[in-house]
């Protein structure tokens, strides 16, 4: 991932957080007009995957962890807000997939413990 060594040097723990919760949801695969890399599950679902009420101060703090992101070019604003809809952005990496398993599924380098 292009964008992770920027994440893990340059951005404060919100940021990182963010960062790690919005790649692990966004698209991997394009889906009808949806392109690969999208994510547009906004504020709370992120707080909800690190176990985090959505209080006010919280969602004020996951906004500028994204706007650090953003500022950072590791996340680009690819849809506003609007009233009923979240605002869509795209993760900055290289989305290509790297298959490094074996038929069983496990990794090579995890083969030895099996």
């Not at 992120?46 to 996951?62: K, N």
């Not at 038929?103 to 995890?110: S, T, Y």
């Amino acid at each position: 991932m292009a964008g992770l060594p920027i994440v893990a040097t340059k951005c404060s723990r919100h940021a990182q957080l963010a960062y790690v919760v919005m790649a692990l949801v966004a698209l991997d695969q394009d889906h009808g007009k949806l392109q690969a890399g999208l994510y547009f599950g906004g504020h709370v679902r992120i707080l909800a995957a690190l176990g985090q009420l959505p209080t006010d101060t919280r969602t004020r703090a996951m906004r500028r962890a994204i706007q650090e992101l953003t500022d950072l070019g590791i996340v680009t604003l690819a849809s506003r807000a609007v009233p009923g809809r979240h605002a869509v952005y795209r993760i900055n990496v290289d989305l290509e997939a790297v298959d490094n398993s074996t038929d069983d599924g496990l990794p090579e380098d995890r083969m030895e413990d099996v």
